[in-house]
T-cell receptor
Framework: GESVGLHLPTLSVQEGDNSIINCAYS??????FIWYKQESGKGPQFIID?????DKRQGQRVTVLLNKTVKHLSLQIAATQPGDSAVYFC????????????FGSGTRLLVRP | DVKVTQSSRYLVKRTGEKVFLECVQD?????MFWYRQDPGLGLRLIYF???????EKGDIPEGYSVSREKKERFSLILESASTNQTSMYLC?????????????FGSGTQLSVL
């Protein structure tokens, strides 16, 4: 709900611009990374994923980039729309953690009309 | 589409009450999870289950228990609710066939303990 957005870093973009949301992950042994989107009043929804043997993956209007050297993940949203306003979470998973997802604390994206 | 349904959207309980949060999924998923979500802390795993009658502790199991008597249902139990358990609770499910990692979430239960 709305309380999710409190205390979160916020990215404000103009409608139509591209958005880049960043995430630093913690475990160099993580095999797999996921981006989730959480709209107000809803649970997180899967957006896109990437395996550790890749450095880029594209979806519809979204691209995920992985830089294992600096343990950094980014989500790029092209031509941002009002419906993209939400909190975005990255998550990592590794075999040595019994496939448990570890979530980042999230970034709030606000799209200005 | 996968549907994960949490029985209550909002709950208000008193300190010391026993609280049941129910979750049902309709896609025959083997794996089910309970998370809590707090501002600035992201999602933290409380308990999870990979099969009926099976349960494993997550990162913050203290003060909680779970029950999985049927594959489609995973219940979170607060034996004696405390104010620090006021939070948004999210249930999720996944399937090894579709990828353990692709969690499908319910809409959440906002629990307030007074």
């Amino acid at each position: 709900g709305e309380s999710v957005g409190l205390h979160l870093p916020t990215l404000s973009v103009q409608e139509g611009d591209n958005s880049i949301i960043n995430c630093a992950y913690s475990n160099s042994a993580s095999d797999y990374f996921i981006w989730y989107k959480q709209e107000s009043g809803k649970g997180p929804q899967f957006i896109i994923d990437i395996r550790s043997n890749m450095d880029k993956r594209q979806g519809q209007r979204v691209t995920v980039l992985l830089n294992k050297t600096v343990k950094h993940l980014s989500l790029q949203i092209a031509a941002t729309q009002p419906g993209d306003s939400a909190v975005y979470f990255c998550a990592e998973i590794s075999m040595d953690s019994s496939y448990k997802l570890i979530f980042g604390s999230g970034t709030r994206l606000l799209v200005r009309p | 589409d996968v549907k994960v349904t949490q029985s209550s959207r909002y709950l208000v309980k008193r300190t010391g009450e026993k609280v049941f949060l129910e979750c049902v999924q309709d896609m025959d998923h083997e794996n089910m999870f309970w998370y809590r979500q707090d501002p600035g802390l992201g999602l933290r795993l409380i308990y999870f289950s990979y099969d009926v009658k099976m349960k494993e502790k997550g990162d913050i199991p203290e003060g909680y228990s779970v029950s999985r008597e049927k594959k489609e249902r995973f219940s979170l139990i607060l034996e004696s609710a405390s104010t620090n358990q006021t939070s948004m609770y999210l249930c999720a499910s996944s399937s090894p066939a579709a990828g353990h990692e692709k969690l499908f979430f319910g809409s959440g239960t906002q629990l307030s303990v007074l």
